[in-house]
């Protein structure tokens, strides 16, 4: 019978399955660790006397938590360096490997698991954090977990799930070269068509020539958002670019076995004829830079357009009117406003989504020569140490420190503001992270999520501007 | 983890929709390291003014409303982070069941693992109970599936597992464990002595 990629690593990780119940117990290939979501998954294991299954299999990191001002520094928040030092005693005790905060490979969790050649095609990867989507750029089975289920894996190496459905999302058209316009518009554009729980209960296999175009890095941006738009997981078919991309990466298979592998791996593609519960199409030819002006990533509109009224975008939805409504008065926006009329206080270059080498390459290309607005803060955070010195070499951190940016130690930082990287009341940020929600970066903090050159341009311009005409 | 056992209550009304993990329990509360006293921050940036004062009209506020144990929504509740300090914040301010049109499956999961009910119900439905149902007792049967109110009945959908682990209370882990000869024979099939990171040096 046909199947779908998703359908095919389902059935090759089941362990034990039930006809009494829709759930399967299935094998976990990696395991992702942070420091904010398995300090109590830890304890639990103390509690009941129980061992790591797999240390071998899992991989830990400090990103959340962490600042990125000089890390030879005693971190300030007392709380915060709990909980870090909590990681360290743990993988201590546990046996797990630890990418600590002076390790030359620490960084955000999913930029360093795929750059480390430890996310592979065909696995299943878990993490306690609903971005483990990204992995699922490598055609892996990658999904954010809680911290109860952290404890689980941790126990088992396995986990009971329910089988999603199957979405395929099929990008036609292609962006036209060199205009500025990114993947990371094309990803806010599909959680506005399909809405935040338009993939909910599925699974979303991308495809399309548009997809097989891209590299490595811009899957993952796509990837990445999955869960904005209520899907667990979102996956693209390994190609030769991904088994390029895991050539010669440090934990990468090698030789024989990584050339024996990648005959494996032609085998994960969706086959002729398997079926879809669901289909949509959208074509991206003519796609323009995308903005969020809302509190939460669907709220998007085109940058060369205006903010809608609450009729306009919720299309006869109560609910979705009363959301709108709420949405601009707290962002302070009324409808009509031009988006390239909007000044921003803040810019925010990082997070998962956007922090890798080509993102910082992209948004260097837009202030290189310039100057940062005088009213605006400007930083940019390197997803990895490996993404820093990639980036350094290159003179990337002069460029961006030339035109006024803050150069930064990368971590999760000002994506969601857990470490002092967080907006004040009432600025307003435009930022290359996920997620645009109330108090997400600040308490009354106001995001805008866009890609790394819309972001660049508009920390120089003081407001958004459309980066195809600007550029 | 204490089995479900039924319970009668009245309803706390959220009147809100597509509310996120980051609005239930805010990210500077997640740098705790236990599972308890998260109580106290739920709903954090709606409950309490910029000088920690409560505000007057959130729900969770108002006094006649104090002690209820089931927590009314909307559709799309508790989207974006994985964070399961969501759940532990509703649990610890009381709340053993929520009733909305629909649920992020992460938070939905998380819920579950922590013995809080979740209930769906159509839309109609649930626009019915804020209508007219926020002043009466619930009472929730979860080996019947059902929710009574006054002279009315409804119905609800509950995956078999997930309903008995709510009304055994096990441990997960343990039943997992139970299963050790099919882990170590998946374990043993797919010859993980020579799986790519056995190369891995650190």
Redo the contacts between chains.
């Keep these: 019978m046909a199947q779908t990629l998703y359908d095919k690593i389902w059935d090759n990780h089941i362990v034990y399955s039930d006809e009494n119940s829709d759930l399967s117990l299935l094998y976990i290939d990696r395991h992702y660790i942070h420091e904010v979501t398995s300090p109590q998954a830890f304890d639990g294991l103390r509690i009941n006397k129980r061992r790591v299954r797999r240390p071998d299999l899992t991989f830990a990191t400090v990103d959340h938590n962490v600042p990125t001002t000089d890390r030879s520094l005693p971190i300030i928040d007392q709380i915060s360096s709990l909980q870090i030092k909590a990681l360290e005693n743990n993988c201590k005790e546990f046996g797990i490997s630890l990418f600590d905060i002076h390790d030359k490979y620490q960084g955000i969790v999913h930029v360093i698991g795929p750059e480390l050649g430890l996310t592979l095609p065909g696995y299943t990867i878990v993490c306690g954090d609903s971005h483990t989507s990204t992995h699922g750029a490598f055609g892996s089975l990658a999904f954010g977990i809680g911290t109860s289920e952290v404890e689980h894996v941790l126990a088992t190496q396995c986990l009971w799930m329910k089988k999603s459905k199957n979405f395929e999302i099929i990008l036609n058209g292609g962006l036209k070269n060199n205009n500025g316009v990114s993947s990371k518009d094309v990803i806010l554009n599909i959680i506005r068509k399909i809405g935040t729980s338009g993939g909910s209960g599925s699974v979303i296999e991308y495809k399309g020539d548009y997809i097989s175009s891209l590299s490595m890095e811009k899957r993952m941006t796509i990837c990445n958002m999955s869960i904005e738009g209520g899907a667990r997981a979102g996956l693209v078919a390994p190609d030769d670019t991904t088994f390029e991309y895991l050539r010669g990466k440090i934990f990468s298979p090698k030789n024989e076995l990584f050339e024996d592998l990648i005959d494996d791996w032609k085998n994960l593609r969706s086959d002729h004829g398997a079926k879809y519960d669901r289909t949509f199409s959208i074509n991206i030819d003519n796609l323009a830079p995308q903005v969020t002006w809302g509190t939460n990533p669907a709220m998007t509109v085109d940058v060369d357009s205006v903010i809608p009224s609450p009729d306009d975008y919720a299309k006869g939805n109560d609910e979705e009117k009363k959301s709108a409504i709420k949405a601009l008065k707290y962002m302070d926006l009324k409808p009509g406003i031009q988006i390239t009329d909007i000044p921003i206080d803040r810019v925010f270059i990082g997070s998962c989504t956007n922090a890798r080498l080509e993102d910082l390459i992209e948004a260097s290309e837009a202030v290189k020569g310039k100057r940062v607005s005088s009213s605006v803060k400007a930083m940019v955070v390197p997803g990895s140490q490996q993404v820093k010195t990639a980036a350094e070499k290159l003179g990337l951190d002069k460029i961006f420190m030339n035109a006024g940016f803050e150069w930064r130690e990368p971590g999760c930082s000002m994506c969601l503001g857990m470490n002092p990287d967080i907006l004040k009341a009432g600025e307003r940020c435009a930022s290359t992270s996920n997620r645009n929600f109330e108090g997400r970066q600040g308490t009354g903090g106001r995001t805008h999520l866009v890609s790394p050159i819309m972001a660049a341009a508009a920390a120089i311009a003081g407001k958004f501007v459309d980066v195809r005409e600007w550029i | 983890m204490e089995p479900f056992r039924n319970l009668t209550s009245k309803v706390v009304p959220l009147d809100?929709?597509?509310i996120?993990t980051?609005?239930i329990i805010?990210?500077?509360f997640?740098?705790?390291?236990?599972?308890t006293g998260y109580g106290e921050y739920l709903f954090f940036?709606w409950r309490y003014d910029?000088h920690g004062i409560p505000t007057k009209t959130f729900v969770l506020n108002l006094p006649e409303l104090k002690g209820r144990q089931i927590l009314l929504t909307?559709?799309?509740f508790g989207?974006?982070?994985?964070?399961?300090?969501a759940?532990w914040a509703l649990k610890d301010y009381g709340f053993k069941v929520i009733i909305g049109v629909?649920f992020?499956?992460?938070f939905y999961?998380?819920c579950f693992?922590?013995g809080v009910l979740v209930i769906k119900l159509d839309k109609n439905i649930i626009e019915d109970f804020f209508s007219s149902k926020t002043g009466e007792e619930f009472d929730i049967d979860l080996s019947h599936q059902q929710i009574r109110i006054g002279s009315s009945s409804y119905s609800f959908e509950i995956?078999?597992?997930l309903k008995d682990s709510l009304e055994s209370g096990t441990?997960?882990?343990s039943k997992?464990?139970q299963?050790e000869s099919?882990?170590k024979e998946?374990?043993d099939e797919?010859n993980l002595a020579?799986?790519?990171?056995?190369?891995?040096i650190?």
Excluded: F
């Excluded at chain 2, 997640?30 to 599972?35: F, H, I, P, R, S």
């Excluded at chain 2, 989207?79 to 300090?85: A, T, Y």
């Excluded at chain 2, 020579?194 to 891995?200: C, G, L, M, R």
């Design positions: 809100i929709a597509n996120d980051d609005q805010p990210k500077q997640l740098k705790l390291l236990g599972k940036n910029d909307r559709e799309n989207i974006g982070s994985s964070r399961e300090h759940v629909s992020a499956d992460i999961n998380n693992k922590n995956d078999p597992t441990d997960e882990i997992t464990l299963l099919q882990i998946y374990e797919n020579v799986k790519p990171d056995s190369y891995a650190l």
